[in-house]
């Protein structure tokens, strides 16, 4: 499963992790991405999207039509 939310387009950021001592490691912060089903009432159909946690809030607040919209303009295909 792709780390990286089809709404937000957030991905995986990169930094150090740092010891007492200041030693310091690469690391990942990976994005909270779970797949998801959706009904798109428009279409009569199911949709499945890779979503973040605050993608699936953007969602309930803004409505599954307005997001797959967005998602449709910047050229991905849904």
Known sequence: MPNRCDVLGKRPSTGHSVSHS??????????NAQKKRFWLPSEKRWITLHISAKGLRTIDKRGIERVVADIRATGQKV
């Open 22 to 31: 200041n030693i310091k490691s690469k690391r990942w912060w990976k994005v």
